[in-house]
């Protein structure tokens, strides 16, 4: 688990570096890596899970992520105002 988080902040690190500033990065990464999207009939177990979660974010490279992208991500994230 703790190797999973290790290389999702390197990623994360590597995607500011490129200027991208938004604060729903690290968000929108984990959930476009994440091995639990698609309804299974059996869940793979804890340590596969976070094994494949690590590998899923060291491959990924993000460099088609544009600002637009976080952006829209984050209109659906945010809590709705209070009125």
């Known amino acids: 688990m703790r190797a999973a ?3 999702l ?3 994360v690190a590597k995607v500011k570096k490129r200027g991208i500033n938004h604060p729903y990065v690290k968000n ?3 959930a476009r890596t994440t091995p639990l999207t698609k309804a299974r009939k059996t869940l793979p177990s804890f340590e596969q899970t976070f094994k494949r ?3 899923n974010l060291e491959t ?3 460099r088609r992520c544009a600002t637009t992208r976080f952006q829209r991500s984050s209109i659906m994230m945010a809590p ?3 009125e």
């Open 28 to 30: 929108y990464l984990l």
């Open 5 to 7: 988080d290790e290389t």
């Open 9 to 11: 902040v390197a990623v």
């Open 53 to 55: 979660l690590k590998d």
């Open 60 to 62: 990924s490279t993000c």
């Open 80 to 82: 709705a105002a209070a």
